[in-house]
């Protein structure tokens, strides 16, 4: 068994997210940390990196005895980052309920604190009603889109009839790769407008220079996620990024080269950018408490009367 490139750096970040993961579970257990809060979106995030690292490590001490571990991999690297891309958006969301002077957010309302997690989960998909909000169009794409990638990269997996019907997959893979992590890049241009225009709310409602910190830790992270979602559309159409291509595997395992360009441009910046949202934690400590809506006690009196 070799102790590899891939295995070394795939140990590295393993050793790197447990880390993170010990801070989180310190913080639910000293109280500070609530289950129903944008921080178990975090854990939930650190949890698949973990899984994902743990088969990286694997496959790097394996090699191809076991091509499913290469397999598990990759799909656990592209749900790595469809959560990311999410977390960056719940705690934008999380910063308007306590800190614009709506105490609420554009793209998803607050619903009523008892609302059972089983509504909160089924409201975050409305696309009409009084429910309807922006991010449930979000959630829609990013589940299509978390979908193509990894039917594409499953659809490889295990024995072809022929080359050419090897081909023919790869192709397919390759496209609905490509067009899956384009969803993902486009979501995450996005987020930078929309942290852009919550500064310019946020100054123009407190009519002061000094910028929330929180703010600036969001829009820092921002460069992190954007360089993860370039490398996602390079990993499915220039040969030295896709794990498609014959040409970056050695006899043991993958190349240096793939290896080093991996974990630099795709696991770095997403362990950048989840310390940076875990960060905003102790900017976050001043925030004011969410006050109930106006719209609340209509709402309860609509169900009341009902």
Not at 21 to 35: D, E, M, P, S
Not at 228 to 238: A, E, F, H, P, W
Request: proline share 4%; with cysteine; aromatic share 14%.
């Amino acid at each position: 068994m070799a102790f590899n490139t891939e295995a070394r750096a795939a140990l590295v970040f393993l050793i790197l997210y447990t880390v993170l993961f010990v801070l989180l579970i310190l913080g639910y257990l000293a109280g500070r940390l609530r289950l129903r809060s944008r921080y178990t979106l975090i854990a939930f995030h650190v949890a698949i990196r973990l899984a994902a690292q743990s088969t990286g490590l694997a496959f790097g001490i394996l090699g191809f005895s076991n091509i499913g571990v290469l397999i598990a991999y990759f799909t656990l690297n592209t749900e790595g980052y469809f959560t990311l891309v999410l977390c960056a958006y719940r705690f934008l969301i999380s910063w308007h309920y306590h800190n614009l002077e709506a105490h609420d957010s554009w793209l998803e309302p607050r619903l009523l604190p008892d609302t059972p997690a089983l509504r909160r989960f089924l409201d975050s998909f409305s696309l009409d009603g009084p429910k309807r909000n922006l991010m449930a169009i979000m959630h829609y794409l990013l589940v299509a889109a978390n979908a193509l990638i990894v039917a594409g990269g499953s659809s490889l997996a295990g024995a072809q009839r022929s080359l050419e019907v090897y081909n023919e997959r790869l192709h397919k893979a390759m496209i609905m790769r490509t067009v899956g992590q384009a969803i993902f890049l486009a979501f995450t241009m996005l987020f930078i407008l929309c942290v852009l225009y919550t500064m310019w709310q946020y100054h123009h409602e407190k009519s002061r220079g000094k910028m929330h910190l929180t703010l600036v830790i969001l829009i820092s992270a921002w460069p992190f996620l954007m360089v993860r979602g370039v490398y996602g559309i390079l990993s499915g159409v220039y040969s030295p990024f896709n794990y498609f291509f014959p040409g970056n595997y050695a006899k043991d395992g993958l190349k240096t080269s793939f290896v080093i360009s991996e974990y630099v441009l795709s696991t770095a910046m997403e362990w950048s950018t989840c310390s940076l949202l875990m960060l905003s934690y102790i900017t976050s400590q001043d925030d004011p408490p969410k006050p109930p809506l106006p719209s609340w006690k209509k709402e309860k009196e609509g169900l009341t009367n009902s």
